[in-house]
């Protein structure tokens, strides 16, 4: 018997559909129902509906908007650094051009490895007491003290600090992405600009960056939903503190579940926080990539 294209094609998809389902489809309409009953944490245990009351508590909560606005200055924080850094080292791959292929390779190895992995690395690096880089700094002469920053235990530069791991590990991504970007550029292009006399500053912005809009678009949304819900890193450097200073939201979706046993708040703080990143991921495609007008 002979297949149609179409319904091979269908074939094809159908163990992919069904995988998205089980453990995408379904958890998200889980996630949304219960977020509008107020659910016993015992197994078994009542389960009444409350319609808007879970997101009206949910918005009433000074830990709810606190985590929100630490979670936005994170994941602002995290990305600018990142693509800042990324660009600026595919660029100088690009201008290597063979020569960097060794540079490359080095420079992706802190993506291989686990978050949780580097979250324990950098909380010994900014540890109080014995950190090696506040050790450092003392033995140079920069500090008095070694204790003098307290990274992980100053409510005021804690966030910063605990985005050092994120940093350090996915800047190689956002150069990955964006050295593939760069090399579909065509090289006549860049070469008329020169003979034009074109700067650098006015190739970057005129002529590179503008060319890499959809490139650029995929790697800021890709990553600003990762730094969004971080969640490892922190976790085992701070464990959301001190003073709360570093709960993100997902750290505090977490505790809302499991250790205070409210699975409808928590619902409805996931689905708040899943809508306001789709919102954002579309207005950034929407601004960045800007489909079907001239770049």
């Known amino acids: 018997m002979r297949i149609t ?50 997101y009206v508590r949910a918005f009433a909560s000074e830990a709810f908007m606190g985590a929100g606005w630490r979670t936005l200055a994170y994941t602002l924080v995290v990305v600018t650094l ?15 051009g063979r020569k960097s292929q060794v540079w490359r390779t080095a420079f992706l190895y802190p993506l291989m490895i ?14 109080d007491n014995f950190g090696l880089i506040g050790t450092l700094l003392h033995q140079a002469g920069i500090l008095s003290d070694p204790n003098q920053i307290g990274w992980l235990s100053n409510p005021d530069i804690v966030l910063f600090s605990v985005a050092i791991p994120d940093i350090w590990l996915t800047t190689s991504f956002m150069c990955l992405v964006l050295f593939a970007g760069l090399q579909n550029i065509p090289g006549d292009l860049i ?12 190739m970057l912005f005129r002529i590179i960056l503008p060319l890499l809009r959809p490139v650029i678009a995929v790697a800021l ?14 976790l085992i450097q701070t464990n959301g503190g001190p003073q709360s200073a570093s709960e993100t939201m997902s750290l505090l979706i977490y505790r809302t579940m499991i250790r205070f046993g409210d699975p409808g ?13 789709l919102g954002i991921a ?14």
Do not use: C
């Open 5 to 54: 294209d179409r319904r091979f094609a269908l074939y094809l998809m159908t163990p992919a559909a069904l995988f998205l389902a089980v453990f995408v489809a379904y958890p998200l309409f889980r996630l949304v129902a219960d977020s509008f009953f107020r659910i016993s944490p015992v197994l078994g245990g009542p389960r009444d509906f409350v319609g808007l009351d879970n």
């Open 82 to 96: 990142e693509f800042a850094l990324g660009l600026g080292m595919a660029l100088l791959f690009t201008t290597l």
């Open 114 to 127: 686990a978050p949780i992995v580097a979250g324990l690395l950098w909380k010994f690096l900014m540890i």
């Open 191 to 202: 070469e008329a600009a020169r003979l034009d006399g074109a700067r650098a500053p006015a």
């Open 221 to 234: 949304v890709v990553r600003g939903i990762d730094a969004a819900r971080a969640f490892d890193t922190i």
């Open 265 to 277: 708040l928590a619902s409805a703080m996931g689905t708040i926080y899943l809508l306001a990143m």
């Open 282 to 295: 579309f207005f950034a495609v929407a601004t960045i990539w800007r489909p079907g007008k001239d770049t």
